[in-house]
């Protein structure tokens, strides 16, 4: 192998891998808030696709403006999913929050595949993404360099907010303990919907990124990449930002190298994912960033 | 005693009347109608695997659709006939010991059933240790690995393309007959000791392992029965209906057994086998909402799609609006059924379990 494919299979690995950790900081703040896997974030990832495809085919608006409507009409839907479907359930037994995720997620499936229709669609790429650059032999799209940028902005954005203002502050004392903070004043619903919300824009813009890069949408577009970014925050550590983060390049980079060194075990790309989160939950159920909790009786 | 000894006959004359019905049934039903009461049996099977395992061991697993996937494709490999073998095979030939030989349906079942067990095994040593959801996304993973496997190897599986032709073995009496041995057993594994242990490792881990209770070894106990009688389920619902691939496994099959025991009621073996019925039959019944509807005067055009979009509503609203299912954790037996019909005051003890 070439130090140039080398190198172009790197930048591919870094941007798949920036992709998974947009979407697993979704799944990591969820999860910290309400310590529940939220099945639907996959689908939600999905709907965001659906609504800028429709913005711009359909409205016609402008690509920007569509995005921009696609991700605020996503961050609105993970709020509608959480009041309807999580919150009457709060305070049951985990396994019925469990299920109702996993309720949400086939409901939304199912309805895309009769709203939308199940046949794939293409998906408009603008030329300020698709236009492909020359380095030396290395030929790269322009895409290749602006996912890793947005996840980085994105990062340090979602760090100001958790660690700087006043609703991170209320974000992280909900996660820490739910009575206490509301003894404390902290109005714990609106929080949560905050939070999904956030998530599910960050779902959003993960998955407008997923289809401009692999630009061919479909109801069932969401549900391997929402598993994998799922594994992506556990090994980061779940609850944790940057252990998302580095738990999605992980993940990313793993196994673009994995298909590009070992080609005869490109069949096997998917159960990489699962093989890899079996292994950290054996060795380090915590993550690589996570905290270890001690379980009080 | 007296009691016990009536149950036993009563059960037995049940079971001998189910047979009579389905001897009749067999005679006179047309082959769309008895191939649903066939998948009722069938998923009776599964829902009551995947409830020993999440309803009344408490292991929330989601990996029945790999173990269902083992047991067909071992029981389809057994059973097809050489020729159709070398039909199917044309990409790449089937591995040695397999072109060759051809089982009958019983043995190759429980082939099926304790390869499906004996992967659960392997899996369930690490996975086990793990708790509540992780323990769910471990077991859904080790679901999708097996699935990946599947679709790869090419000389054992047929990759993608999956298997045709596999002998309709199954029938009425097979499917039935099966779900009563798996309702028999699960009954009498419940009421053991064992069952006992499940329950309290469901209510309280902590506490039962305080109890003197084996965590580790009844956890794996009941996760590979489980397993083992999903093989058998996945082995008979390949042969019921002829063809099986690696799409077929996907987690959505998980998913749809998990709706048969949430709304059949977690950890209750009557709940799960009414609901069994109920959701095969009605996931049938609704299909009129994928075809056009013809209304003499003009057409409501159908949907397709609509029909799964009504069930997973469905889901939800069980979910939302009636957690424990039809049943909940009760289960109707004979005793409480001779009491309602003598009126007679309740037996020493009462007859709540």
């Known amino acids: 192998m070439t130090l140039e494919l080398f190198l172009q299979h790197f930048a591919n690995g870094i941007s798949l891998g920036s992709l998974y950790a947009l979407i697993a900081i979704g799944y990591t703040m969820v999860y910290g808030i309400l310590r529940l896997i939220n099945f639907a974030h996959g689908d939600i990832f999905m709907m965001a696709t659906y609504f800028a495809f429709f913005g711009v085919l359909t409205f016609n608006m402008p690509w920007y403006i569509s995005f921009i409507v696609a991700i605020i009409l996503t961050g609105l839907l993970g709020i509608g999913v959480e ?13 019925s929050i469990l299920i109702s ?10 309805l895309s595949i009769v709203l939308f229709d199940g046949r794939p669609k293409p998906f408009p790429t603008p030329n300020i993404f698709a236009d492909v650059i020359n380095i030396g032999n290395i ?28 609703s991170g502050m209320a974000m992280r004392a909900v996660s820490k303990d739910q009575e206490t903070a509301q003894l404390m004043g902290v109005d714990v619903n609106s929080t949560i919907s905050f939070t999904f919300g956030i998530g599910s824009m960050l779902a959003a813009i993960g998955g407008l990124m997923w289809a401009l890069k692999f630009p061919q949408i479909q109801p069932l577009m969401g549900v391997m990449p929402g598993l994998k970014c799922f594994i992506a925050a556990v090994i980061g550590g779940i609850g944790n930002i940057k252990g998302a983060v580095i738990g999605g390049f992980l993940l990313g980079i793993g196994e673009i190298l994995l298909v590009a060194f070992l080609p005869s075990l490109s069949g096997y790309r998917d159960a990489f994912a699962f093989i890899l989160l079996i292994l950290i939950l054996l060795f380090k159920p915590t993550g690589i960033m996570g905290e270890k909790i001690a379980e009080k009786v | 005693m007296k009691r016990k000894k009536y149950n036993i006959i009563f059960s037995v004359i049940l079971i001998i009347l189910l047979f009579v019905i389905l001897y ?18 069938i998923y009776t099977i599964l829902g009551l695997s995947l409830n020993l395992i999440n309803g009344f061991t408490g292991l929330f697993s989601l990996g029945h659709a790999g173990f269902m ?7 389809a490999l057994l059973t097809m006939p050489i020729p159709i073998k070398e039909q199917n095979f044309f990409m790449a030939p089937l591995i040695s010991p397999l072109d060759k ?55 054992l599986t047929n990759g993608a393309l999956g298997l045709k032709g596999i002998p309709n073995t199954t029938n009425l009496f097979w499917s039935f007959g099966i779900a009563v041995i798996t309702l028999i057993v699960m009954i009498l594994l419940i009421n053991s000791s064992y069952g006992r242990a499940f329950k309290a490792i469901r209510e309280d881990e902590i506490a039962a392992e305080n109890m003197g209770i084996n965590l580790f070894k009844h956890k794996i106990l009941a996760f590979t029965i489980g397993a083992f009688f999903a093989g058998i389920g996945g082995g008979l619902l390949g042969n019921l209906i002829g063809a099986i691939d690696p799409l077929m496994f996907r987690f959505f099959l998980t998913y749809n057994i998990l709706l048969i025991i949430v709304l059949g009621g977690m950890g209750s073996i009557t709940g799960t086998v009414i609901s069994a019925f109920i959701i095969t039959i009605s996931m049938e019944a609704l299909r009129f909402l994928d075809e056009s509807i013809n209304l003499g005067f003009f057409t409501i055009r159908g949907i397709p ?10 889901l939800m609203m069980v979910i939302l609006f009636f957690r424990n299912g039809l049943m909940g954790n009760k289960e109707i037996t004979l005793d409480i059924l001779a009491n309602k019909l003598s009126k007679k005051p309740l037996t020493k003890g009462g007859v709540k379990r």
């Open chain 1, 139 to 166: 030929s790269i799209q322009r895409l290749t360099f602006i996912i890793p940028v947005v996840t980085i902005i994105l990062l340090f954005l979602l760090l100001f907010l958790v660690n700087n203002t006043k």
């Open chain 2, 69 to 75: 996937a083992i047991g067909a494709y071992t029981t």
């Open chain 1, 101 to 110: 995720a996993i309720g949400v997620s086939y409901l939304l499936e199912n």
């Open chain 2, 101 to 155: 030989i051809v089982w009958p349906f019983l043995p190759s079942l429980i082939l099926g059933g304790i390869l499906a067990a004996f992967v659960a095994f392997l899996i369930g040593a690490p996975v086990l240790r793990l708790k509540g959801d992780y323990l769910a996304i471990a077991t859904l993973g080790f679901s999708e690995i097996i699935r990946v496997i599947f679709t790869n190897t090419q000389r």
């Open chain 1, 83 to 95: 009041k309807a479907a999580y919150r009457p359930l709060r305070n049951s037994p985990k396994i």
């Open chain 2, 24 to 41: 009749f049934a067999k005679l006179y039903l047309d082959d769309y109608k008895s191939r649903i009461l066939n998948l009722c049996a």
């Open chain 2, 305 to 314: 799609g609509l029909r799964m979009v009504v069930f997973s509503v469905l």
